[in-house]
Every structure is written in C-alpha cells, then in structure tokens.
Antibody, heavy 121, light 107 residues
Framework: EVQLVESGGGLVQPGGSLRLSCAAS????????MSWVRQAPGEGLEWVSA????????YYADSVKGRFTISRDNSKNTLYLQMNSLRAEDTAVYYC??????????????WGQGTLVTVSS | AIQMTQSPSSLSASVGDRVTITCRAS??????LGWYQQKPGKAPKLLIY???SLQSGVPSRFSGSGSGTDFTLTISSLQPEDFATYYC?????????FGQGTKVEIK
C-alpha cells in the first residue's frame, strides 16, 4: 500500500527556515517523480515544486524559486522541501504527492495528509 | 505559465442533479489534465486523469471530457458524498497549475 507521511511543519518567524519531509513506502521510491503542493487557509491548491526519481531534475513555482529547494534521499525513501526566507504568504498546508511515473507524468492519485506551516511573528 | 480558468467558482445543486464543471487552458495542453475532489481538512483525491480516464475506485457517475484547451467534469447524478470542492490540474508542463476550484454546495 502506498503511503506518504509529511512532517516538519510548525510555526516559524518571517525570514526563517524550515525543512519538510515526506516519508514514502509501498512503492519503489526512486522510480517516481514527486511533487509538493500547498494550500493556504481557505484558498485553492498551488503546485510548489517537483523532482525527478533520480533527483537530477527539479522544477519550481515562480513564487518559491530561489527560496525553496526540493531534494530526495532515495536510500531513505524520503522527499524534502527546504524552505528559506519564509514569508507570511507561505503559510499553508503542504502536501507531498507521487507522480504516475517520471516528471512528465501526471501528479497522480497518491497524496500525503499534509503538514501545516505557519509563518508569523 | 499556463493559466487554468475554472467555472463556475461555486454552484448549488440537489441530490440527483447533473453537474458540469469546466476548465479552460490558456494554451493547448493535449489531454494532460486531471480532476481532483477535495473535502474540508482532507487531501485532494484524484477522480479523472488524462482528461477522460476514470481513476480506479471512483464511481462511474464521474466522467471527464475534452482535449486541447477546453475540458469538462460531469457528475451524472449528484450524491450526498459529492458535496466538495473540485479542481482541475494541467500536467502538460511546468509550472503545473490548478484551476481556482469549484465548490459544490447543497441546494
């Protein structure tokens, strides 16, 4: 059974940093691209970043480019999102999601339960 | 970035009604589109992939159509558990973009 479990969310001050993790199980992690998607309180869904199975290909939304870094450790079956220079508008629930195959494929049907990041002083 | 314009933003319907939600892309995206259902406090659930393919386990009252720039999600007979917010997502290129969402409420 595919499982994705996010962690690392919490309260952080503006300008601060946070690293999110997504522990994956139930599939061959290194064979699949992964994405992060976020949802601000009361708002719609926003795609944030994606990474290829090998980790060599990465993509970002303009709103986070230069501040967020996506990475993965295939030996640990874990996806990461390093978030720096955080702003109030980064406050959201962050979901990790498994693609159907590589980065050109659809985001797919497996998502974690989400982790809440709150940026506030 | 490709813009996904979803309409309506909300609708009120009764159990048994036929419901249609549309998504228009700002450029051709072939059939690289998915439809998601989200209930409060829950992760999105994939309903339709590749514009018209029903995800495993999803009831057959859900269907998708379209190609190019115009896409439709149809619920043939609305059920109580279908009251939720629906989103389209283009999988054609990066950055991936969602529609603004359609909230389906009880009339």
């Amino acid at each position: 059974e595919v499982q994705l479990v996010e962690s690392g969310g919490g309260l952080v001050q503006p300008g601060g940093s946070l690293r999110l993790s997504c522990a994956a199980s139930g599939f061959t992690f290194s064979s699949y691209a992964m994405s992060w998607v976020r949802q601000a309180p009361g708002e719609g869904l926003e795609w944030v970043s994606a990474i290829s199975g090998s980790g060599t290909g990465t993509y970002y939304a303009d709103s986070v480019k230069g501040r967020f870094t996506i990475s993965r450790d295939n030996s640990k079956n874990t996806l990461y999102l390093q978030m720096n220079s955080l702003r109030a508008e980064d406050t959201a629930v962050y979901y990790c999601a498994k693609h159907n195959t590589g980065t050109s494929s659809g985001v797919g049907g497996y998502w974690g339960q989400g982790t809440l990041v709150t940026v506030s002083s | 970035a490709i813009q996904m314009t979803q309409s309506p933003s909300s609708l009120s319907a009764s159990v048994g009604d036929r419901v249609t939600i549309t998504c228009r892309a700002s450029q051709v995206i072939r059939n690289d589109l998915g439809w998601y259902q989200q209930k409060p406090g829950k992760a999105p659930k994939l309903l339709i992939y590749a514009a018209s393919s029903l995800q495993s386990g999803v009831p057959s009252r859900f269907s998708g159509s379209g190609s190019g720039t115009d896409f439709t999600l149809t619920i043939s007979s609305l059920q109580p558990e279908d009251f939720a917010t629906y989103y389209c997502l283009q999988d054609y290129n990066y950055p991936r973009t969602f529609g603004q969402g359609t909230k389906v409420e009880i009339k």
